[in-house]
């Protein structure tokens, strides 16, 4: 048997207190596609930064093709053909492929040989692997799939041989995510070595051989990737049973709770982001918004919110019309009945410095339940918080904690308790389970359930295609703006991706 | 996984680490008096004793500490809120025409214990207002507070040169200042504070100022995170897009603590005018306002912090006049480069040397984690 492309022996990591990396051995062969699973902080990308040499593993052996290696950084690690595409793109906006791509190995003092020489090579590879991009496009006019082929053709162009990617599908619509699975498999059929980071199971099952389950650390489990199934991963993954499909009911709608006519909302550069949108979202039904980031869908339900100015259409909350011009206080919402889970939780939803009970009360600061006069009641708001820390599971149960010591999971939590537990009228929900551990997951979407049949009218928007089909009642498909097209719950997953890759929209410009 | 280092504990974090800061800011302070040829450790002694060897050193640093917390609260205040109001020393400057108006007119016919609460009112009203106009710009028209504060406090201060020749200064006299305030225009020293404690101070102006700072600094204590108005200025300075969600209007917050922030500054003026000289002299907040933003720094923007802070500059002014007076190698320029290093350690260099704290402290505790396990261990066998 050949040596493996990667050989990880015993490696071991701590920061303080966290254990990020336990004894982890692993194998990657040569000429496969590797998986690693594992929820939030299971140790995925700490070990890929010590593969990388961002960190130094505290003990342990890496090995590449066999021979025992020190990757003091990450010029090491290039130097012994390791390539990374990271999560969120290093690419310089301004400069055009060719630049970004010869970026750091210019090869010489005065670039003219140094770009005759970049532009052959990367003919090249686009050749070889089909991985075409214009090379003097600019980086800020290409589409996300399109920058983060040009991340993958840095990577070949230093030489790489290994190439690892963390979480790579983040950004992408299916047909993208689609298309960057074909790339992989050309790469892998070349010979190249890929290890693929991610959360999601489907993409591990749809196109890799071998996969490695992590949790709390450790490596719990290795198995080839024919021989498992997307139940056992999951399982392994949490370290219990886990329900993937969302246990849900009937819908039974009532009357209409919120209306959108005709709503028109520009950024601040004066682009349009939200383009003439009209919905109706009823009471004791999940209306789902899906659509690639970007699209629109921020804008939409902050402009909803109060939070954002819009500059024509109407909103009414049961009948009666929301202040849109920017001027509506998000406060008086709220009291009208309208919950908002936003999207950013870390800048929006809470302020990570406070202590989790401060943060419990963001937005219904002014509630004579939390005041004693101009004072803030404290023993009152800590009761308050342990009782929805106790309901919703909030881990460590310790109001006194600040915020940003908790996970990605407990956080979106803490939110949406301080949301729910105010019985709104209309709830919208951004992003709920973005950065959230499975366990939690099936926990917010059962809690979303529950709010649909207590009667609640839910605005969902989710980059998650497959959070919207397994949660909604209806679907609205947002692209570039403009709501294009209106689905059943039970529509086809190839027929939404299309939508909202925007192709029936261009036809009917046509 | 953001957080690579083991987090200090708090008496490391708040007691520990300024005090390193301070050690290697006296440390390089040490190596420039060296080099102008006299000994670090005569001027040491001489500081700290100037400072704090007499009941009159002991009154007047607490004299100049009572400046510091005034500004240094100003500045704390504006922080909380995500603002840099670097105009303390103008609201502090303009806020003297409200204790001079109360002193020069009420002094005359009401007793000190009348005339000085509507001084504190006149002053914070005065320092107050003078914020409000680049907090208005800021929140309405989006001009940078840091640059509309720098220009007020050139704005003050021609105004006061303006005032003090040509209005406020008596006729016949040469000195751009005010006339002495009458008997009502005075505030109490001191002394008998002093004197419970076994000093005795004879011409210090110490005075009842100092009280009133303390009460100021356990107010803004109290506002900052007691108060649901505290809690909407924090909001407000940790993530302004929080505080949009939260309803919580960006215009009333930022006008409502630049105002409250000036008011701090602008009573800074009660202890030199009221307290001290009787009067109102030309520039005599004397930079105590740009100190604010270091003390400020130093005391985290903790009430508490600041107030020892304050006093460390009070010991370095003090003591620092000290060393000039009786080392003629070292002037009063010499002074303020010690007083810089400080700043530039305790302050901007705040963080220099954590990481190699944070290290020695991992490793502290990896260690003792292991004796313990040894412990066990052995315990076992």
């Not at chain 2, 040469?174 to 001191?190: C, H, Y």
């Not at chain 2, 109290?222 to 300075?237: A, D, F, N, S």
């Not at chain 2, 002074?335 to 944070?358: D, K, N, Y």
Request: hydrophobic share 50%; with cysteine; net charge negative.
């Amino acid at each position: 048997m050949a040596e493996p492309a990667i050989e990880l022996v015993g490696i071991d990591k701590r920061f303080g207190a966290v254990h990020a990396n336990r004894d982890i051995h692993m194998r990657v062969e040569k000429g496969t596609i590797h998986g690693i699973i594992g929820e939030n902080g299971a140790g995925k990308s700490t070990l890929m930064s010590i593969l990388y040499g961002f960190y130094q593993a505290d003990s342990g052996e890496i090995r590449i093709n066999g021979q025992a290696t020190r990757i003091a950084d990450p010029n090491a690690a290039i130097a012994l053909g390791i390539g990374m595409v990271h999560q969120h793109f290093m690419l310089v906006e301004k400069f055009t492929v060719l630049e970004n791509v010869m970026l750091g190995v210019e090869g010489a003092p005065l670039l003219k040989n140094g770009i005759s020489k970049a532009r052959a090579e990367l003919k090249r590879l686009e050749r070889e692997y089909q991985l075409d991009v214009d090379p003097d496009a600019l980086i800020e006019e290409l589409p996300v799939g399109l920058q983060q082929r040009v991340e993958i053709l840095k990577a070949l162009y230093r030489g790489a041989e290994i190439l690892v990617l963390d979480e790579p599908t983040g950004v992408l619509t299916p047909p993208e995510a689609d298309h960057l699975f074909r790339i992989l498999e050309q790469l892998k059929s070349q010979g190249k070595t890929i290890v693929l980071i991610t959360h999601k199971l489907r993409e591990i099952m749809a196109v890799t051989d071998n996969v490695s389950v992590m949790r709390q650390g450790a490596v719990v489990a290795t198995r080839k990737t024919e021989e498992t199934t997307v139940e056992e991963l999951a399982e392994l993954m949490v370290g219990r049973r886990v329900l993937l499909r969302v246990q849900k009911g009937e819908a039974k709608p009532g009357g209409v709770k919120l209306s959108v006519e005709n709503l028109t909302v520009r950024d601040s550069r004066g682009v349009v982001m939200v383009d003439d949108a009209s919905f109706d979202v009823r009471a004791g039904e999940i209306v789902g918004i899906a659509g690639v980031a970007g699209n629109g869908q921020s804008q939409l339900i902050e402009t909803i919110a109060g939070i954002r100015a819009a500059v024509s259409g109407r909103v009414l909350l049961d009948g009666q019309i929301i202040d849109i011009t920017g001027a509506a206080d998000p406060g008086e919402l709220r009291d009208r009945g309208l919950a908002h889970v936003p999207e950013d939780r870390h800048h929006m939803g809470l302020v990570l410095a406070f202590e989790e009970y401060e943060n419990s009360i963001l937005g219904y600061q002014d509630d004579p339940l939390y005041l004693n006069g101009p004072f803030l009641d404290l023993e009152a708001i800590k009761a308050d918080a342990r009782k929805k820390i106790e309901k919703y599971d909030i881990r460590p149960s310790d109001p006194r904690l600040k915020t940003a010591n908790f996970s990605g999971g407990n956080q979106q939590k803490i939110v949406l308790a301080r949301e729910m537990e105010r019985d709104p009228g209309v709830l919208i929900i951004g992003q709920p389970t973005r950065g959230v551990d499975v366990g939690a997951i099936e926990f917010i979407h059962k809690r979303i359930i529950e709010m649909r049949d207590a009667g609640k009218a839910v605005l969902l928007v989710s980059v998650e295609l497959d959070e919207i089909r397994s949660l909604s009642d209806r679907i609205l498909v947002m692209f570039a703006g403009r709501i294009v097209g209106e689905r059943d719950s039970d529509a086809d997953e190839g027929e939404l991706g299309l939508l909202m890759a925007g192709v029936e929209h261009k036809e009917a410009a046509e | 996984m953001s957080q690579p280092f083991a987090k200090l504990p708090a008496w490391a974090d708040y007691g520990l680490l300024p005090l390193i800061n301070l050690i290697v800011a006296f440390l390089v302070a040490g190596l420039v008096v060296l080099l102008v040829g006299e000994s670090p450790i005569d001027a040491a002694v001489l500081m700290v004793k100037g400072a704090f060897g007499s009941g009159d050193g002991v009154g007047y640093t607490l004299y100049y500490a009572t400046n510091f917390i005034f500004t240094g609260l100003c500045v704390a205040v504006a922080f909380h809120c995500g603002l840099f109001n670097i105009g303390g020393e103008g609201q502090a400057y303009i806020g003297g025409l409200g204790v001079s108006l109360v002193g020069l007119w009420l002094g005359n016919f009401l007793p000190w214990w009348l005339t000085f609460p509507l001084a504190i009112l006149a002053s914070a009203l005065v320092g107050a207002l003078w914020a409000l106009i680049p907090a208005w710009l800021q929140a309405k028209r989006g001009s940078h507070v840091v640059i509309t504060t720098i220009m007020f406090n050139f704005i003050a201060a021609s105004i006061m040169v303006y005032l003090l020749v040509g209005v406020l200064k008596p006729a016949g006299s040469q000195a751009p200042e005010t006339r002495v305030f009458a008997e009502g225009g005075q505030l109490p020293g001191l002394g008998w504070l002093l004197n419970l404690v076994g000093l005795s101070m004879r011409s210090a102006p110490l005075n009842v100022s100092f009280l009133l700072a303390l009460v100021a600094a356990f107010l803004v204590w109290v506002l900052i995170w007691r108060t649901k108005l505290g809690y909407e200025i924090r909001t407000m300075g940790f993530s302004p897009k929080a505080a949009r969600y939260a309803g919580i209007s960006e215009l009333r917050i930022i006008i409502i603590t630049m105002m409250i922030s000036g008011a701090l500054a602008g009573m800074m003026a009660l202890n030199p005018i009221m307290g001290a000289q009787h009067r109102m002299q030309l520039d005599f907040v004397a930079g105590a306002g740009f100190v604010g933003i270091a003390v400020a720094l130093m005391g985290r923007s903790h009430p508490a912090g600041i107030v020892l802070a304050a006093i460390l500059f009070g010991m370095l002014y003090q003591g620092g006049a000290e060393i000039a007076f009786d080392m003629p190698n070292i002037s009063r320029d010499m002074i303020v480069i010690i007083q810089g290093l400080v700043i530039l350690f305790a302050g901007a260099l705040e963080h220099m040397f954590r990481p190699s704290l944070q290290r020695i402290f991992y490793r502290l505790g990896r260690a003792k984690n292991r004796t313990a396990a040894a412990v066990i261990a052995g315990g076992n066998q």
